[in-house]
Structure formats: structure tokens, C-alpha cells
Nanobody, 123 residues
Framework: QVQLVESGGGSVEAGGSLRLSCAASGSPQALNCLGWFRQVPGKEREGVAATCSHTSIPYYARSVNGRFTVSRDNAKNTVYLQMNSLKPEDTAMYYC????????????????WGQGTPDAVAS
């Protein structure tokens, strides 16, 4: 069984920073690739970033590339999302996902999800 618990969300001013954490538990196979997604009401869940243990290449959506950094501490089974230069359009519920079965940016290709953590960026 895979469990994902996000934390670190909050409210910041535009230009500020937040760091999200996702504590994961489960099999190494399920936790190989961990993704970050976000969703606003009425819109589809959007892939933000992902990282896989078997590669050292992080994946980013164009909208966050250069501002967000995904990293992981395998000893702690925790993945982080450092979000800098935040914009009002980054306001969303952020989710951690595990057990990637296809494309990292496609929410339908992950089997397990955390409960989400809300982020709000004021203009």
C-alpha cells in the first residue's frame, strides 16, 4: 500500500516562495517516479514536475520551468517542490502522485495520490 502525505502549503505574496514536501511510503517500485500536480476548480489536474529514482533528470511543465525545483531524499522517502518567484496563477491545490504508468505529466498515468495541500499566491 502506498501512502502520500503533502505538507508545506500556504499563502504568500507574488514573488515569494514556498516549499512543499511529500512523505511517501510504499514499495520502491511504486515510489520510483513521484510527481507533483496542481488543480484549480473547474480545470483538469496539471502536471507540474516529476522525479524518478532511476534517472537524474527532473521533469517540469513549461509554466514552472526555471522557477520550481523538484528534488527527493531517498533516505527519507520524501519528495520536495521548491517554488520560487510565485505568481497568482500558481494558486492551486497541489498533489503528490506515485506509481507512474506512462507519461509523467498525465494525471491518469499515476496510481496513487496524496490528499493535497493548498497554495495561494496574492497579487
Amino acid at each position: 500500500q502506498v501512502q502520500l502525505v503533502e505538507s508545506g502549503g500556504g499563502s504568500v505574496e507574488a514573488g515569494g516562495s514556498l516549499r512543499l514536501s511529500c512523505a511517501a511510503s510504499g514499495s520502491p517500485q511504486a515510489l520510483n517516479c513521484l510527481g507533483w500536480f496542481r488543480q484549480v476548480p473547474g480545470k483538469e489536474r496539471e502536471g507540474v514536475a516529476a522525479t524518478c529514482s532511476h534517472t537524474s533528470i527532473p521533469y517540469y511543465a513549461r509554466s514552472v520551468n526555471g522557477r520550481f525545483t523538484v528534488s527527493r531524499d531517498n533516505a527519507k522517502n520524501t519528495v520536495y517542490l521548491q517554488m520560487n518567484s510565485l505568481k497568482p496563477e500558481d494558486t492551486a491545490m497541489y498533489y503528490c502522485a506515485a506509481e507512474l504508468l506512462g507519461d509523467w505529466y498525465n494525471h491518469r498515468h499515476y496510481k496513487y495520490w496524496g490528499q493535497g495541500t493548498p497554495d495561494a499566491v496574492a497579487s
